[in-house]
């Protein structure tokens, strides 16, 4: 790689490491396994610069990058998901935004509950805030199962959470 590749992405890695990170998390809900997840990705996305930059966007590669790297690593035995009773807090750099802490962990640990292409679907679509075609290419699918995993997920948190959460924020916004 070049000094002027090179360059380019440092300032893409300092620019959007963190919205990947967070991004992880809420995919994984486990900060060590977002910040390992995070890494195969940059290290994916680094062996790939000069061609992905000269594609133009690259955070979309990134993304892709890592649902598939989420979705793949769900797939290996030895790294399974384990459930936890209490969910980590985020590290401190995070809590200035962070709400009522109650709502989230119980919003986290609910995402928890929710499988992990759904969960990917779910985290794409509110937040980042993604469209339902940008979904489906991020995760080599149609938009009518990203539409289906969406609606699933979204049950499946109302079945842990209770309808009535979703009502509350509803009214709240």
């Not at 989420?70 to 995070?94: L, M, Q």
């Not at 759904?118 to 985290?123: D, I, P, W």
């Not at 149609?142 to 289906?148: E, Q, R």
Request: net charge neutral.
């Amino acid at each position: 790689m070049n000094d002027t590749d090179e360059a380019s992405y440092k300032d893409f890695v300092t620019a959007r490491r963190r919205a990947l990170l967070r991004t992880a998390f809420l995919m994984t809900g486990d900060w060590h396994t977002a910040e390992d997840l995070v890494q195969e990705v940059l290290t994916k996305l680094y062996v790939s610069w000069r061609r992905v930059h000269r594609g133009g966007d690259m955070m979309a590669y990134a993304r892709r990058v890592l649902v598939n790297a989420h979705i793949d690593g769900t797939r290996r035995p030895w790294r399974r998901e384990h459930a936890v009773d209490v969910v980590p807090d985020r590290p401190a750099a995070d809590s200035a935004e962070s709400g009522d802490p109650y709502t989230r962990e119980r919003l986290l640990a609910a995402l928890a509950v929710v499988p992990p292409r759904q969960r990917a679907t779910l985290v794409l679509r509110f937040w980042e805030d993604l469209g339902v075609e940008q979904v489906a290419d991020l995760m080599n699918c149609s938009s009518g199962n990203v539409k289906s995993q969406t609606a699933r997920g979204l049950e499946r948190l109302r079945g842990v959470l209770g309808s009535e959460a979703f009502t509350e924020s509803k009214e709240t916004s």
